[in-house]
């Protein structure tokens, strides 16, 4: 049996590490001339691969049990397992899974020297422009601007829209559109927000532990992170795949205190702080730019003992729901993930086309995406896994 995979991204070299010793012939076709290219990037470049705190709440899907199920069946210390048989360590922040090297480019190299070792043909410069199916032989064509393959099977792991500069280009997309599949709108998620407000800029290179929420009810909380023009840090990209118009996140500068405890706590501050100057109260708790912006509407030269009650009520707020109002999401240039993409309810529990036997999806062309934290690497993996299955049956 002749099979192609489509895409030397996560899905498409874990998807060739899987088949490498099954009894069929398998091509892996990548567009870039080097293999891996998002994956080389990824967990800040030390490669956070998986997690061992899965659950449903973790990820985003047309159909969240049908992903549950197919993560479930292949898990974390399964992809863990895969990767020590190639030699990869695991090194283990907390819940948080990295390869002991702590490098996503040497953990690329690793697979594709494992892939070099095997019997999987493995090639670079692919531009491929279509795929079709030949009713007479009952075999696809994968054709490229130079040649065109063919094979009983092909899988798709092409990836989505995020991160162009990596090669994504939306081509998995076609390729199912070509099939009869109807693509979910895609949007970028994992993506921080752009905003106007000319006075955040002053909070340019701030970074901050604090709570992110909306009206709307979505809430994460962690590290945040200011540049002159945008927010971002894990949280707001946790909640950015939920959000695709102008909106104003609200920022709980002090999450772990209720707001009855939080103006406790200032009136303590108060009381230790007297006799210093306003401009000063917030100094040894926030960053000083944070701290002068929350006082902005204070007279900042008397003395903090003078502040009256109404003024503390009022700074209670603002620490609680601190505003920032985001113009816009950022697009797939910033974006580490796509959200939308092939209909898990278009394809069969094995991820085959509904619409065309033999065509098989994996990775991020698929409708689903996860939080940050290893999810969607993991996601990668397992749907990768369920696909080779499916295909050797």
């Known amino acids: 049996m002749d099979v192609i995979i489509i895409g030397g991204g996560a899905a498409g070299l874990f998807a060739a590490l899987l088949s490498r010793n099954k009894k069929m012939n398998v091509t892996l076709l990548e567009k870039n001339e080097v293999f891996g290219k998002k994956l080389s990037l990824t967990g800040s470049g030390r490669c956070n ?6 659950g449903k709440e973790c990820y985003y899907s047309d159909d969240i049990e049908k992903t549950m199920e197919i993560i479930e069946a292949f898990g974390p210390e399964d992809s863990i397992s895969t990767f020590k048989s190639i030699g990869i360590e695991p090194y283990f922040n907390g819940s948080y899974v990295y390869p002991m090297m702590r490098n996503a480019g040497e953990f690329t190299d690793v697979i594709i020297s494992a892939l070099n070792a095997s019997p999987v043909k493995c090639k ?5 422009v279509s795929v079709t199916y030949d009713e007479g032989t009952s075999r696809f064509n994968v054709n490229t601007d130079s040649y065109s393959y063919t094979c009983d099977k092909v899988l798709v792991c092409t990836g989505g829209l995020a991160m162009p500069k990596s090669g994504s280009t939306g081509l998995g997309y076609k390729i199912a559109e070509s099939f009869g599949h109807k693509i979910v709108p895609e949007v970028p998620a994992l993506s921080g927000f752009y905003f106007d407000d000319m006075c955040l800029k002053s909070l340019s290179g701030l970074r901050i532990n604090a709570a992110v929420y909306t009206d709307s009810g979505l809430f994460d909380k962690g590290e945040i992170q ?12 946790d909640i950015s795949g939920y959000i695709d118009k102008n909106i104003t996140l609200y920022l709980d500068l002090l999450p772990e205190l209720s707001k009855e405890d939080t103006f406790s706590f200032l009136t303590e501050r108060v009381k230790t702080l007297s006799a210093f100057p306003v401009r000063t109260f917030f100094d040894g708790l926030y960053a000083k730019s944070l701290g002068r912006l929350l006082l902005n509407n204070l007279d900042k030269n008397k003395d903090i003992a003078c502040i009256s009650e109404a003024e503390l009520l009022s700074l209670v707020t603002l620490i609680k729901k601190f505003p920032v109002s985001a113009k816009e999401k950022k697009g797939f240039d910033d974006a580490q993930v796509t959200r939308g993409g092939v209909s898990l309810f278009e394809v069969t529990d094995n991820l085959e086309s509904r619409y065309r036997k033999g065509l098989f999806f994996a990775g991020e062309v698929l409708n689903t995406d996860g939080i940050c934290g290893g999810y969607n690497l993991q996601w990668a993996f397992a749907s990768a896994y369920r696909a080779i299955k499916g295909i050797i049956i």
């Open 49 to 54: 691969y998986t997690n061992l705190n899965i």
């Open 226 to 237: 200011f540049t002159q023009n945008s927010i971002s840090g894990i949280p707001v990209m």
């Open 124 to 128: 670079t410069n692919q531009n491929i």
